[in-house]
T-cell receptor, first 111, second 114 residues
């Protein structure tokens, strides 16, 4: 079945550092891909999305490119802020409209 | 415009009891989804309702059920609560438009079973 794999473990980095969170997927066909963010004590917010190969989603300084050849959708930000501390989930939309999520990565940005 | 709203925000129940969680979708959205976010298990798909009908169900026992009302709001019912049902229950809504559907999530209901 369809699945999403995110890199293991939390990510701790200093303010203004470069952030990368890896996401790879297994799917039949060409799913839509998403990054969601969950701030402490809150629900999920859609951060960015891409619907076809080579699409680049971007929002709030975050970017991710839909790479069909490597089945990846890595999240990047050039200069993180303390306010970016949150849990980030990679997800794909399956044909039946359900979202399959990765396990999430806790990002902690230290001032 | 109001987002997806869920109630209650927090809930404590005893094992064996029953619970009902509520969700109001974004105005105009016809689809409602329920997800369970349990510690260590990530986000698991529970149920999808569209136009009042159950369209898809995740790998959960029958004691998890729900419904969608004519105004597109939805309830999730969990019977015979077990300790492992403790989780954040998230509702999302979307508008079916061809192949691509963007889901907007509510703040969730934190259920604790003791």
């Amino acid at each position: 079945g369809n699945s999403v794999t995110q890199m293991e473990g939390p990510v701790t980095l200093s303010e203004e550092a470069f952030l990368t969170i890896n996401c790879t997927y297994t799917a039949t066909g060409y799913p839509s891909l998403f990054w969601y963010v969950q701030y402490p004590g809150e629900g999920l917010q859609l951060l960015l999305k891409a619907t076809k190969a080579d699409d680049k989603g971007s929002n709030k300084g975050f970017e991710a490119t839909y790479r069909k050849e490597t089945t990846s959708f890595h999240l990047e930000k050039g200069s993180v802020q303390v306010s970016d501390s949150a849990v980030y989930f990679c997800a794909l939309k399956e044909g039946n409209n359900r979202l399959a999520f990765g396990k999430g990565n806790q990002v902690v940005v230290i001032p | 415009e109001a987002g997806v709203t869920q109630s209650p925000t927090h809930l404590i129940k005893t094992r064996g009891q029953q619970v009902t969680l509520r969700c109001s979708p974004i105005s105009g959205h016809t689809s409602v989804y329920w997800y369970q976010q349990a510690l260590g298990l990530g986000l698991q798909f529970l149920l999808w309702y569209d136009e009042g009908e159950e369209r898809n169900r995740g790998n959960f026992p029958p004691r998890f059920s729900g419904r969608q009302f004519p105004n597109y709001s939805s309830e999730l019912n969990v019977n015979a609560l077990e300790l492992e049902d403790s989780a954040l229950y998230l509702c999302a809504s979307s508008l079916i438009q061809g192949r691509y559907t963007e889901a907007f999530f509510g703040q969730g209901t934190r259920l604790t079973v003791v």
